[in-house]
Each structure stands twice: as structure tokens, then as C-alpha cells.
T-cell receptor, first 115, second 108 residues
Framework: NAGVMQNPRHLVRRRGQEARLRCSPM?????VYWYRQLPEEGLKFMVY????????ESGMPKERFSAEFPKEGPSILRIQQVVRGDSAAYFC?????????????FGPGTRLTVT | GIQVEQSPPDLILQEGANSTLRCNFS?????LQWFHQNPWGQLINLFY???GTKQNGRLSATTVATERYSLLYISSSQTTDSGVYFC??????????FGTGTRLKVLA
């Protein structure tokens, strides 16, 4: 039973470029969450999605960040015009959601470095 | 919003020692998880424990929801236990709020 998969594991972007981070949830999970971890800190919630729906994006910066979870394919976290402050580890988690457990399982993360 | 505090912030142990990590939260919770973030950055689920007691090998956890705390016990620690331990909770929502973590180093 494959776990949560994220790619790429490491991503280097120059300031002003776009970063695309992908997440495939665990088999049978339909709820996806994105979190950001700055160095030496805990994880901070960014956005919660179900298939084709953004349920809660209260933790997302208002500009440059967007997320989607299409009917087919992985969830995508997109960061436009990256700046140095976007350098962080981005983790995706999935759960079975309502009617199932809210226990979240995390992927290995994508470490974004902006130069 | 809910506050999650973990103690101690740092802990150094000799291999074979036991330890107790604490997580205090400021409001009622409906979900609580303990994670281990290993030195490579990977988050490993340890326990899903909104209430009660669970054990898994050398690890066990207890959550007393009415008193707003959870404890993680590590017995006979090994060097592979090193890393950061996070407690995370949800309170009325599905958004996990993470504590600041306990950084554990186990010496051989």
C-alpha cells in the first residue's frame, strides 16, 4: 500500500521563477492537505482540498500561491514568482476524511530552495 | 486559535534511558497525533490518540483530553530515536496545529 508521494523531493528555483510541487495521496484517500515548514519550526497549515474543490485555503498567502486537486492526477501546489522567503519544506498529507479517520499521513516533502 | 506547547524543547539522553515528552493544548481537541521527524526530515506517524492510551513497542502515549495534555513515553531509547517529536491537534476543524516540537538526541 503506497504511502503519500511527493515530487520532486528537491527543487531549486531562481527568484521570479515558478515552482510546481506535486502530491499523490494514499490509495483510498480523497482529502489532501498542504503544510509548510520553515527551518527549525513546526509545520503550518496552508490549504485543504478534496477532488476538484478547495475546502479551506486560510493558510495560503494571498498572492502568488495556488493549489488544485483535479479529478484525475495529483494535487499541485503552485508558487509563482518565487522569492527567497519561499524557501522551505512543503509537506503534503492525506486522510480518509469525513466518514473515515482524520488521521493524516505525510509525504516525504519537497524542499524548495530559492536562489 | 488553539495553542500547542511542547516540553522540554530539547532533550539529550544516553542510549537505554527512558523519557517522557509532554504536549499541552489550550482548548478541547477532536484529533491528536504524535509524529517523529527523523534527521532526514521525514515525518513518521507514531500515534493517533485523541484520548486514552496506546502502546507500540518501546513507545506509548496517553492523552487526557479533559485536562488538555498528552504524553509520549519512549523507553530504552536508541540512537535511531533521535530527531524532533511533534504533537499536532485539531480543534473543531481538520487543520492540524503543530507544536514547536521536542528535539531529542540519543547518544551511543
Amino acid at each position: 500500500n503506497a504511502g503519500v508521494m511527493q515530487n520532486p523531493r528537491h527543487l531549486v528555483r531562481r527568484r521570479g521563477q515558478e515552482a510546481r510541487l506535486r502530491c499523490s495521496p494514499m490509495k483510498g484517500h480523497s482529502h489532501v492537505y498542504w503544510y509548510r515548514q520553515l527551518p527549525e519550526e513546526g509545520l503550518k497549515f496552508m490549504v485543504y482540498l478534496q477532488k476538484e474543490n478547495i475546502i479551506d485555503e486560510s493558510g495560503m498567502p494571498k498572492e502568488r500561491f495556488s493549489a488544485e486537486f483535479p479529478k484525475e492526477g495529483p494535487s499541485i501546489l503552485r508558487i509563482q514568482q518565487v522569492v527567497r522567503g519561499d524557501s522551505a519544506a512543503y509537506f503534503c498529507a492525506s486522510s480518509g476524511g469525513s466518514g473515515g479517520s482524520y488521521e493524516q499521513y505525510f509525504g516525504p516533502g519537497t524542499r524548495l530552495t530559492v536562489t | 486559535g488553539i495553542q500547542v506547547e511542547q516540553s522540554p524543547p530539547d532533550l539529550i539522553l544516553q542510549e537505554g534511558a527512558n523519557s517522557t515528552l509532554r504536549c499541552n493544548f489550550s482548548d478541547s481537541v477532536n484529533n491528536l497525533q504524535w509524529f517523529h521527524q527523523n534527521p532526514w526530515g521525514q515525518l513518521i506517524n507514531l500515534f493517533y490518540i485523541p484520548s486514552g492510551t496506546k502502546q507500540n513497542g518501546r513507545l506509548s502515549a496517553t492523552t487526557v483530553a479533559t485536562e488538555r495534555y498528552s504524553l509520549l513515553y519512549i523507553s530504552s531509547s536508541q540512537t535511531t530515536d533521535s530527531g524532533v517529536y511533534f504533537c499536532a491537534v485539531t480543534s473543531g476543524t481538520y487543520k492540524y496545529i503543530f507544536g514547536t516540537g521536542t528535539r531529542l538526541k540519543v547518544l551511543a
